[in-house]
C-alpha cells in the first residue's frame, strides 16, 4: 500500500466486525459475552463509537490455539 507521500506501509490487519466473528465460530451474542466475562475468547479492539472488532490474526490464532487444546 502506498500513502499520499509515496512511502509503502505493510497491509493493515483485518480488524473483523463481531457479528462476523460470531457467525464464523459459531456462537450466540449471549455466548460471544459469557465467555468474554469468563476472560475467554480472542482480544477485541473497542472502536471510537463503542463497537468491538477483532484483529484476523488475534481470530486465527485463538482459533489454533482451541483447536490444539481439543
Not at 47 to 52: A, D, K
Amino acid at each position: 500500500m502506498t500513502t499520499r507521500s509515496g512511502h509503502h506501509r505493510a497491509p493493515t490487519d483485518e480488524l473483523l466486525p463481531l457479528n462476523a466473528v460470531l457467525e464464523e465460530i459459531g456462537i450466540t451474542r449471549a455466548s460471544w459475552y459469557r465467555w468474554r466475562n469468563k476472560g475467554h475468547g480472542p482480544k477485541t479492539v473497542r472502536l471510537p463509537n463503542g463497537h468491538l472488532r477483532v484483529r484476523r490474526s488475534d481470530l486465527n490464532n485463538w482459533l489454533n490455539a482451541m483447536e490444539e487444546a481439543a
